[in-house]
């Protein structure tokens, strides 16, 4: 660095120092900003990550279902699975349902995996506990107030089916063969002895049935075919999640993904209507970063005017007082956007932790970002001013006019 650039530096420095109380309620003003800014930033780029988690509390957000007459075995669900990252699947629950009766009255129940149920529905309120092996089973509120029914009694499930001659009834101990007066058909019922660990409560349809392990299932229908549906979460953006299921239904043909549009749909509009508004926070903010930027150069401009018109009256170039009064509101947009960057991270992380008890995701592009930003709007904040700088009359303002 030559003395020319030396004396400049110095000639800055020391105009900051001689009016700090003026610098430092613009560096405050810059502070402010790039600490929204920054902080506002890091929000908006984690948001989508934080509300898809919270959302994923409200169940699942996509669903497979058998595609045409084919059916979904277990060996194709996994591929299906697969297709998503292991960072953003949650979980996913294979459900079987048939029609069955207890106490000679038609009831539905459902065959699932209770291992995983609560990663694809965490918003079921169970009293009691889940069924931790066969024999016992999870009853809905509708199911268990219709029967009378609570925690620790026993039930017991019947199913019939006709008998054909590829009817295999060698490992049923307890079933018994009526015959048909009218057709002469054979059939049989078969009983599933049950104690129930839980009542579940969700206010909607899930309390309309009785859940099972699928084993127990297959023991009372004598069947041992694949689930009708499978219940898959996972934390993903609407694009993402888009761009997985085209994946899998263009590989499998036995499976077709869907996603559950009651939620996607929610997310989406929450996610449209959180950027509009960080959108909007921001504008305003730069606004009035700019405004007290601008309304500090120009009182510092009017306390100079006779420094500058005998600046200018000694041969100084108007490139010159340009170069000075805008390396001045560059290096407090420097200093202010270093600092507000390291602000803007606790104030996002404060926010995350207040609205969804978790911390926030650490950018290290946003602090150049932070510091572009405050340099930038402190730049076009100054250039106002500084016309105001370059258009002072030397011969008017050393009469003292």
């Not at 660990?197 to 069947?223: A, F, K």
């Amino acid at each position: 660095m030559n003395k020319k650039h030396r004396m400049f530096v110095r000639m800055v420095l020391a105009s900051l120092l001689r009016r700090r109380s003026r610098m430092i309620i613009a560096l405050l003003a810059i502070v402010v900003g790039a600490t929204i800014l920054s902080g506002l930033g890091l929000i908006y780029y984690d948001v989508p990550r934080q509300m898809s988690a919270q959302f994923r509390n409200y169940g699942a957000n996509v669903i497979f279902t058998p595609s045409g007459s084919s059916e979904m075995n277990q060996t194709e669900i996994e591929k299906a699975v697969a297709v998503f990252p292991s960072d953003k699947l949650e979980g996913y629950t294979p459900y079987r349902y048939e029609n069955t009766k207890l106490n000679n009255l038609p009831v539905t129940i459902a065959g699932t995996d209770f291992s995983s149920v609560l990663k694809t529905s965490p918003y079921w309120h169970i009293s009691g506990e889940l069924p931790d092996a066969d024999g016992k089973a999870l009853v809905g509120k509708k199911v268990a107030e219709k029967f009378g029914l609570s925690t620790g009694d026993s039930i017991s499930l019947r199913n019939s089916f006709t008998i054909t001659e590829e009817t295999d009834l060698k490992d049923i101990p307890d079933y018994e063969i009526f015959t048909d007066p009218k057709t002469g058909e054979k059939y049989c019922d078969h009983t599933l002895d049950l104690k129930i660990s839980g009542i579940l409560e969700t206010g909607g349809s899930e309390e309309e049935y009785i859940y099972v392990t699928p084993d127990d299932v297959s023991y009372l229908t004598l069947s041992s075919r694949s689930c009708d549906i499978v219940e898959v979460s996972v934390a993903a953006s609407k694009d993402e999640l888009k761009a997985y299921l085209d994946e899998i239904n263009n590989k499998s043909d036995a499976i077709e993904a869907k996603p559950v549009k009651r939620v996607t749909a929610s997310e989406t509009t929450v996610l449209s209507k959180l950027e509009a508004l960080v959108l909007i926070v921001t504008i305003v903010v730069l606004a009035l970063t700019m405004i007290c930027v601008a309304t500090t150069m120009m009182a510092v401009i009017a306390e100079r005017r006779r420094e500058i018109g005998l600046r200018k009256a000694l041969g100084a170039l108007n490139s010159s007082i340009i170069a000075e009064f805008l390396s001045e509101g560059l290096v407090l947009g420097a200093v202010g956007g270093i600092i507000g960057s390291f602000f803007g991270f606790l104030f996002a992380n404060a926010v995350s932790m207040n609205v969804f008890s978790s911390t926030i995701t650490f950018r290290p592009l946003l602090i150049p970002a932070a510091i572009i930003a405050s340099v930038a709007v402190t730049g076009i904040a100054c250039l106002i001013p500084i016309r105001g700088a370059v258009d002072v009359d030397p011969a008017l303002v050393l009469k003292g006019e």
